[in-house]
């Protein structure tokens, strides 16, 4: 008994007490900004190995970007990766990044269906399907659930039962072996539910974009209410990409 | 007459140095190798298609010997062969895999189903849905399916039980779902850094294990030595990541037996682990810290004396929360004699890294085949001879305290860093290449074969659950159904880094 008040004493107060202006420690790769300096535009478009640079005007795709941050150290002068965590969008445009822009990247309130907020704000249990994730998205969506940054605090849950969840959080590029299953966990899920592809592989394929071992009809099949970046996305971002699509 | 090449970890070799055998005597010599030597095991054996025939090759590590014998025979696709794994069962996955990648079929082959359903599998007739699970006849019998999409956030899987009552018959696993073709993608992509990216995204919870042994092994291939500052970062990296899971799987095995203290307090103190290597490389599970060649985060005294910190404030809550589980009569109870796979077990399944340690097999990389900086540290591996959920906590306890060690000797000298520009690196043509590497789960096995003009003819990669999966069906045989969970996270087997 007095054990465990002892250890409950020792870990002082882990949560964060607020998760949409905390600073995330050291050298975080989040929302870049790209200068509007002269370089080479086509040895940077080549230095990305996920082909997530375009040019004339420079622009970064942050939905196929990985975070590895390789163009930044090769065109110092030209990107620069911000430590701001918050860079989800509910559509794919919202993603990119043009050269010359310094602007938060929010999400398009006209786009957000009614219902999402009017049923959901309150509390939202959500089915997450890992289809071929490498499972690092996998350990982040757990850590945002953990003492620390406790999304439990704002009614949003992940649950076991998609008869039981208000939506579906997708991560990994959905192969072909998985794709099937995918399908009836979202069939199981009651209307009207959402979709959110939660890191690069599920947002645009990532590293795997070509492989032929995928199938990601789902995505067309369906439209993606929620986009959230990252290689594995950080759970400041998918907080606060949630919180924002609720309004919160 | 030479059976085999031995060769050191990380060594090169020029293919044609690889002799070939007939089969018979491929088959006689590699089983003999193995027999009666608990220190030496197959680490890696596949097939390289050529045309119409595929090119075995068989690489059975000597730990006392610190060599690596490889041998390889060339046979027919669609050839009828006698089974490695009928004289030694650790072979089977292997054999399966070269069956479903080449039709090779077996004529004795004591468990023979399919592997992972590549997408270039040789029989699109086999597809998930029709997996020849085991089954049994009996009114008093019952079977329980599980997943492949499971009550947690984790990776897909199917499990079949075999039931009478709440215990547990028999357990199997079929596996395939996170199957992305990535062998495949190492050689359709053509540039380092694509690559790279590849091995980091093995199994993103190895991230530097994966990637450590890709970089180790491009660079043997291409003659490049690596100076010590990226020995440094690969070693100190590779204990970060083990002590920051092991952490993980504590709050994960006080989640299934339902206690919510160490479950939180374990689960909280992972975060200063994870936080720091985002700190040194801006990345939490180090995605973009380990590059062949070169880093692009310098290790400085500044990173040494944050570590310290994390440290000082991470090792006394550990000691508190870890000496409170192992007092505690009711997560024992749970633990002791739960999941049991005996000495003679993990030897016939050939299981590596913490699945063989908790067992009295000592099996460990750093010690045996010592990469990067290990052979400057006195490795001791961990070992304990239950074979239960108990000796699988003890190993992650023991190994966290361990691996503190490690890296504060290691960061007491920090090499100068000089290699922060990508060296111009071209792989030698015709050779063969393999790199052993202990990540947190055990032995990870890169092999790579490159054609006359230098370029990547065959990528294969293995990670330890390949053989561990089995050892995970083996553990909950008569236990409870209702510690199937808690067996489950003792193993904590990768799911990716399996179906690849």
Not at chain 1, 161 to 182: C, E, F, K, Y
């Amino acid at each position: 008994m007095f054990d465990n008040l002892k250890i409950l004493y020792h870990q002082g107060k882990q949560f964060i007490p607020n998760v949409k202006t905390v600073e995330v420690p050291g050298i975080f790769r989040g929302r870049p900004v790209i200068s509007n300096a002269k370089v080479d535009e086509q040895a940077l478009k080549a230095v990305c190995p996920l082909g997530a640079i375009d040019v004339n005007p420079v622009r970064l795709n942050l939905g196929k970007c990985n975070f590895c941050g390789e163009c930044a150290f090769k065109f110092q002068s030209k990107i620069e990766f911000t430590k701001d965590y918050k860079i989800s969008s509910n559509k794919p445009e919202g993603l990119i990044v043009t050269e010359g822009e310094d602007k938060p990247i929010i999400l398009d309130e006209s786009l957000i269906r009614p219902e999402i907020r009017k049923l959901f704000s309150g509390s939202l249990k959500l089915r997450q399907v890992s289809a071929a994730g490498d499972n690092s998205c996998e350990l982040e969506l757990n850590a945002s659930g953990n003492v620390q940054f406790d999304m439990g605090r704002f009614g949003i849950e992940f649950v076991a039962s998609p008869r039981h969840a208000d939506g579906v959080v997708i991560t990994g590029p959905i192969s072909q072996n998985m794709a099937a299953a995918l399908q009836i966990t979202y069939d199981a899920i009651p209307e009207p539910k959402i979709i959110i592809l939660a890191g690069v592989d599920a947002i645009s394929g990532g590293i795997f974009a070509n492989s032929p071992a995928l199938d990601r009809s789902f995505i067309d099949r369906y439209k993606p209410d929620l986009y959230i970046p990252g290689n594995p996305v950080h759970p400041l971002t998918f907080i606060n990409g949630v919180l924002c699509l609720l309004g919160k | 007459m030479n059976y085999n090449v031995a060769i050191r970890n990380n060594q090169s070799i020029p293919l044609k140095d690889i002799p070939e055998q007939s089969y018979h005597t491929f088959l006689e010599s590699n089983i003999s190798l193995l027999k009666d030597r608990d220190d030496r095991h197959c680490v890696n054996y596949f097939g390289y298609g050529i045309g119409e025939s595929v090119k075995l090759f068989c690489c059975i590590a000597d730990d006392s010997m610190h060599l690596i014998y490889v041998s390889s025979c060339i046979v027919n696709k669609g050839a009828t062969l006698n089974s490695f794994a009928k004289h030694n069962f650790a072979f089977e996955k292997f054999e399966r895999e070269i069956n479903e990648n080449f039709g090779v079929k077996y004529t004795d082959h004591p468990w023979f189903k399919p592997v992972r359903y590549a997408h270039n599998r040789i029989e699109k007739s086999k597809v998930m849905d029709n997996y020849p699970f085991y089954g049994v006849e009996s009114e008093e019998l019952h079977e329980v399916g599980v997943g492949p999409v499971h009550a947690g956030v984790i990776e897909p899987g199917h499990f079949r039980f075999i039931c009478n009552g709440e215990q547990i018959m028999h357990l199997e696993i079929q596996l395939g779902y996170q199957h992305r073709g990535i062998e495949q993608l190492f050689l359709q992509k053509k540039s380092l850094i694509e690559r790279t990216i590849l091995a980091e995204s093995i199994a993103g919870d190895t991230t530097v294990g994966h990637t450590t042994a890709f970089a180790n092994l491009w660079e043997s291939l291409s003659d490049y030595q690596a100076d010590k500052d990226l020995q440094f970062t690969r070693t100190l990296a590779l204990e970060l990541e083990r002590i920051a899971i092991h952490t993980g799987d504590l709050s994960a095995l006080c989640t299934d037996i339902a206690y919510q203290l160490g479950s939180s307090v374990f689960g909280r103190l992972r975060t200063p682990i994870i936080n720091y290597m985002q700190e040194w490389c801006g990345n939490r599970l180090a995605k973009s810290l380990i590059r062949v060649g070169k880093t692009n985060f310098p290790y400085t005294e500044y990173h040494a004396n944050r570590l310290n910190e994390v440290f000082a404030a991470y090792e006394p809550d550990f000691n508190e929360m870890i000496t409170k589980l192992f007092k505690l009569p009711s997560a024992l109870s749970r633990f002791e004699r739960t999941g049991v796979v005996t000495h003679e077990e993990v030897k016939l399944i050939g299981t590596v890294g913490m699945a063989a340690r908790m067992s009295g097999l000592n099996r460990d990389i750093r010690l045996s085949h010592p990469h990067n900086l290990y052979s400057t540290i006195n490795h001791e591996p961990i070992i304990k001879n239950h074979g239960d959920v108990y000796s699988r906590t003890q190993i992650r306890k023991e190994e966290v305290k361990q691996s503190i060690g490690y890296v504060k000797t290691l960061i007491n000298d920090i090499p100068t860093f000089t290699s922060i520009s990508e060296p111009e690196l071209t792989p030698k043509p015709e050779m063969f290449a393999l790199s052993l590497v202990e990540g947190w789960r055990g032995e990870i096995c890169h092999c790579a074969i490159t054609n006359a003009k230098g370029e990547l003819a065959l990528y294969k990669i293995k990670d330890p659950s390949f053989h561990n999966w089995l050892a995970l069906a083996q553990s909950v045989r008569n236990n409870e159904i209702s510690d199937f969970p808690i067996c489950n996270k003792s193993f904590n087997l990768s799911y990716c880094g399996h179906d690849l």
